[in-house]
């Protein structure tokens, strides 16, 4: 027996499927956006605070202007503005490999090392 299915369910917009590249994303007040991460990346705020619902996590996030939210591979993202009177800005980018200090140390240790052995 098949269910029927609501009028808001029908007409709701398929998840934006976010791969490896870079995305802009703006949000008008009260827009919001599923998110169906393809590969890991960091939610950015550039501009007003965003509302994150991550499926799975049992708590809600509320970055604001400079901060990040860190998404995994796999996950499907609710986001919307948590503005009234303004839109969001959002920027899903990848995930930095190391931090930059880290990356200078490992270079450092790397090239004590290759000089040990000469």
């Known amino acids: 027996m098949d269910l029927p299915i609501p009028p808001a369910a029908r007409s709701r917009r398929a998840p934006l499927r976010v791969g490896a590249d870079d995305l802009l ?3 008008a ?3 919001h956006r599923r998110l169906q991460l393809l590969a890991p990346k ?3 705020v ?11 996590e049992p708590e809600d996030r509320f970055p604001s202007r400079g901060e990040r939210v860190a998404l ?3 996950s499907e993202v609710l986001v919307s503005g948590d503005s009234t009177d ?3 800005l959002l920027r899903l980018v990848a995930p930095d490999p190391l931090p930059s200090h880290s990356t200078s140390a490992l270079a450092r240790l790397a090239g004590r090392l290759s ?3 000469s």
């Open 25 to 27: 994303l703006r949000l």
């Open 29 to 31: 007040p009260h827009e």
């Open 42 to 44: 960091q939610l950015e």
């Open 46 to 56: 550039l501009r007003g605070r965003a509302w994150v619902t991550i499926c799975g």
């Open 72 to 74: 995994s591979a796999g």
């Open 86 to 88: 303004r839109s969001t």
């Open 115 to 117: 000089w040990a052995g």
